[in-house]
């Protein structure tokens, strides 16, 4: 791995750990908050790509569990990953790396593109994963599960929305292209109109 590579996974965990900062929602009736960390995994398997988003996301998770308090709400440690948010969290490196994958399939990528892989492969992988999880660690049935998840919607389209729009911005920002032209001429990003 290359000195530029560390670097940018180092940066897009600390871009995790940034978002962590921000206070959570707790709702009422769910103990898993809303914050705004989903869409720093959106941010990371857009702009870094499959390989390099992934790590981003291993680093950061290895990092909460070494009990680092980088999640919202200043948690950390390994029993995040058995509490009810676990399978959301475990999904984020698998999410980064499917994003970039998809988004790499597109010999030219455009907003809508960055959009449709963020609101459907993004949100629904992070759902798929995290949801079976909650429903085990809370006792309740899947189908309430999803339910309770509904609320959620609304603020992930809107983390969807914003992170298309930032990954699609710094994917054609000249001074971000130079920082990420090698990655670009070794195929781990495909080109942005």
Do not use: C
Not at 9 to 33: H, N, Q
Not at 102 to 118: D, G, P
Not at 165 to 188: A, C, D, E, F, Q
Request: proline share 4%.
């Amino acid at each position: 791995m290359k000195i530029r590579e560390m670097t940018l996974v180092a940066v897009f965990a600390a871009v995790m750990g940034s978002f962590g900062l921000i206070p959570s929602i707790a709702l009422s009736f769910t103990p898993v908050p809303l914050t705004l960390q989903t869409m720093g995994v959106l941010l990371s398997g857009g702009i870094l790509g499959a390989r390099l988003g992934f790590m981003s996301q291993a680093v950061f998770l290895l990092l909460v569990a070494a009990g680092v308090p980088l999640l919202s709400g200043g948690r950390g440690g390994l029993g995040v990953f058995v509490g009810p948010s676990g399978g959301y969290i475990i999904s984020w490196a698998v999410t980064a790396f499917v994003i970039g994958y998809v988004l790499s399939l597109f010999k030219k990528v455009k907003f809508h593109h960055v959009l449709l892989v963020n609101l459907t492969v993004g949100i629904f992988l992070i759902y798929l994963i995290g949801i079976p999880v909650q429903a085990m660690v809370m006792g309740i049935s899947v189908m309430d599960t999803v339910k309770v998840s509904l609320a959620y919607i609304p603020g992930d389209i809107i983390k969807a929305v914003v992170g298309s729009i930032l990954v699609y911005k710094l994917r054609t920002h000249p001074v971000i292209m130079r920082s990420l032209g090698s990655l670009k001429r070794t195929g781990n990003l495909s080109k942005t109109a």
